[in-house]
Nanobody, 128 residues
């Protein structure tokens, strides 16, 4: 059974930093994408960043590019999201997600849609 468990959410002031973690277990695929998504109150869930777990190539939404960094530690089965220069509009529940990728697509950039496995989320609140 695939499990994704997020941690690291907190309340911070604007300009501050947080590091989110996502512990993954039971994920059987060697070629896959993992991503971070967020959902603010009254808004739809949106993709933030994604990374190929074997190649390590990352992609970002324009709203976070240059401020957020996605990374993974395959040895520890953990996904990270380093968030710097946080803004009040970054306030949301942050979710990690994973999806299998066909081996012939392993070099393609990870998209921010059609993810199959999801965590329960961790709250990030940024005050002005």
């Amino acid at each position: 059974q695939v499990q994704l468990v997020e941690s690291g959410g907190d309340s911070v002031q604007a300009g501050g930093s947080l590091r989110l973690s996502c512990a993954v277990s039971g994920f059987p695929y060697s070629t896959a994408c993992m991503g971070w998504f967020r959902q603010a109150p009254g808004k739809e869930r949106e993709g933030v960043a994604a990374i190929s777990i074997d190649i390590g190539s990352a992609s970002y939404d324009d709203s976070v590019r240059g401020r957020f960094t996605i990374s993974r530690d395959n040895a520890k089965n953990t996904l990270f999201l380093q968030m710097n220069n946080l803004r009040p509009e970054d306030t949301a529940i942050y979710y990690c997600a994973a999806k299998k990728v066909s081996p012939w697509l392993r070099f393609a950039p990870c998209s921010l849609n059609e993810y199959s496995f999801w965590g329960q989320g961790t709250q990030v609140t940024v005050s002005s």
